[in-house]
Structure formats: C-alpha cells, structure tokens
C-alpha cells in the first residue's frame, strides 16, 4: 500500500488542475470544520462588500492571502482560481473608463473588479479544502435538506463547470475564435468570447441540470412515505 501512495498523490494532484477542484493536503484549513468555512466565507464575504478604501482593501486582500495559502496551495492553484476574475475586472475597468472618463471611472472599476474577486476567494478555499461529505454534513445542520441539497450539488458543479469552460475555450481557440486573453483585451472581441464561450456553457449547464436532476429523481430523493 505504501507503495501505491505517491501514486495516488500525484492522480490527486492531477485532479486537483482544475480551478476550484478539492485538493487533498494536510493543513490547518483543512482540518477546520466545513461549519466554520463557511462562517469565514459569510464573514469575509461580507468585509468585501464593505471595503471601499484602498487601505481597506489592500489589508482584505492580504488576510484572504493568507488564508488561501494557509491550505498549502500552490500558486498554480491560485493563478487558476482567479484569472477569470482577472479578465472580469479588465473589461470593467474598460467599462468604467470609457463611461466615465480615466479621470473619474478609474478608481471605481477598480474597487469594483477587486471587490467581486475578494468576495469570491473565500468560497475558492472553501471549495479546494472541503470534501463533499464534510460540506454535506455541515449544510444539513444550518438549513433543510432539500435546501441543503440543492446548495451542495451547486457548489459541487463550480469545478466541473470550470473544467468545462477550459474544454470549450481550447476547441473554439482551435478552431480560430479570438478568445485568447491577449486578444479579449479588446472590445471587439466580446461578441464572439459570449458566442463561443457562454452560449455552449449555458447549453451544457442546462443539459447538466436537467440529468442532475434525472438522476435524484431516480433515486427517489425528496419523496414522502
């Protein structure tokens, strides 16, 4: 068996490529209890919406930092955990300065691209340290099971989607659509990143929800004796 160990390690970290995926380490956030990350999740969620000042934002940042690497993540996790918020606060920083003017839009789309990816970082920690039945559990103790459910399966496709939006990114690119990130910097190239990039990912999502949703049926979940 011992043998078989770096084995499964490195199929562990393989699986783990993924953005937000469950990476199997042993650290302090890992042993903490899924009730208590989600509390941090609420928590630091909830500062990131408040924050407005630099100073505020800056020291928000470096306490999600450190609790990010606090789980012994890799800094390939974390590139791969925010460069899509990375691009999201691009275009609206963009947004804001051509409404706005540099003068004025700028300092706001800013704080606006860094908000929204504070106010995500936590659930990508969440995700990376929690395994599905610790989250299961901890879910069912704070709100109904159906609820529960519902939320766990939702938080459970975040990973799989993200693997999906990376599959459907690399065949379009193949096929010549100007998705690149180098070349999303320019505002003509939205239209085609919606067209062949969102709309597949929305149609995957729903042909997924509807066999999720199959599949709990044939399981007889939610009926009543």
């Not at 160990?5 to 993924?18: H, I, L, S, T």
């Not at 590139?79 to 540099?102: E, N």
Request: with cysteine; hydrophobic share 50%; charged share 20%.
């Amino acid at each position: 068996m011992e043998r078989l160990a770096p084995f499964e390690r490195k199929k562990n970290r393989r699986q783990a490529g993924v953005a937000f995926q469950y990476c199997p380490n042993d650290s302090p956030v890992h042993r903490l209890a899924a009730g208590w990350k989600l509390a941090l999740c609420g928590g630091l969620g909830a500062l990131a919406v408040a924050a407005r000042v630099p100073w505020a934002l800056g020291a928000l940042l470096a306490v999600n930092l450190a609790y990010y690497f606090a789980a012994r993540l890799r800094l390939s996790d974390f590139w791969r955990d925010i460069r899509i918020f990375l691009i999201q606060m691009a275009v609206i920083v963009i947004l804001y300065v051509v409404k706005y003017g540099p003068a004025e839009g700028l300092w706001p789309g800013i704080r606006t691209g860094v908000q929204i990816l504070l106010l995500f970082l936590p659930g990508a920690v969440f995700l990376r340290t929690t395994q599905g039945s610790q989250m299961m559990r901890s879910l069912k103790r704070i709100m109904p099971e159906r609820l529960s459910f519902v939320l766990f399966t939702s938080l459970r496709f975040v990973p799989f989607f993200a693997r999906e939006f990376r599959e459907i990114a690399m065949a379009q690119r193949l096929r010549g659509a100007p998705i690149a990130p180098r070349q999303l910097w320019k505002p003509a190239h939205w239209k085609d990143l919606f067209n062949c990039l969102m709309i597949p990912l929305m149609v995957r999502a729903l042909k997924t929800a509807r066999e999720a949703a199959l599949s709990a049926e044939a399981r007889g979940f939610g009926e009543r004796n």
